[in-house]
């Protein structure tokens, strides 16, 4: 019933910009928790950043000071704005959230999107 949709992957030079979009749809009545992961083929999936429903934002080392996670409620839409983009942070980014649903209950459960491709050549 709940669905996320990434959007904005693509090829860019070292040193380049992307801005990564997120949707969700479906039956929701909170979004309490929306993240950026990354992975890479043989590599664990790793955190990027992630922002919580009161706007309180946290990012990993390799990306501090380039990317930045908002949010846009109204739209239940999250984004990833990366500067100065390294061929190190080549990845498939995925978007994943904590919801609440619109039926009976209030317990939140995790939803992923289905991945975009961000490569950065030098």
């Known amino acids: 019933q709940v669905q996320l949709v990434e959007s904005g992957g693509g090829l860019v030079q070292a040193g380049g910009s992307l801005r990564l979009s997120c949707v969700a749809s479906?039956?929701?009545?909170?979004?309490?928790?929306m993240d950026w992961y990354r992975q890479v083929p043989e590599k664990p999936r790793e955190l990027v950043a992630t922002?919580?429903?009161?706007?309180?934002?946290q990012y990993a080392d390799s990306v501090k000071g380039r990317f930045t996670i908002s949010k846009d409620s109204a739209k239940n839409t999250v984004y990833l704005q990366m500067n100065s983009l390294k061929p190190e942070d080549t990845a498939v980014y995925y978007c994943?959230?904590?919801?609440?649903?619109?039926?009976?209950?209030?317990?939140?459960?995790?939803?992923w999107g289905q991945g975009t491709q961000v490569t950065v050549s030098s």
């Open positions: 994943r959230a904590d919801i609440v649903g619109g039926g009976m209950g209030l317990n939140a459960n995790p939803y």
């Open positions: 479906g039956s929701i009545f909170r979004i309490n928790v």
């Open positions: 922002i919580t429903r009161g706007g309180y934002t």
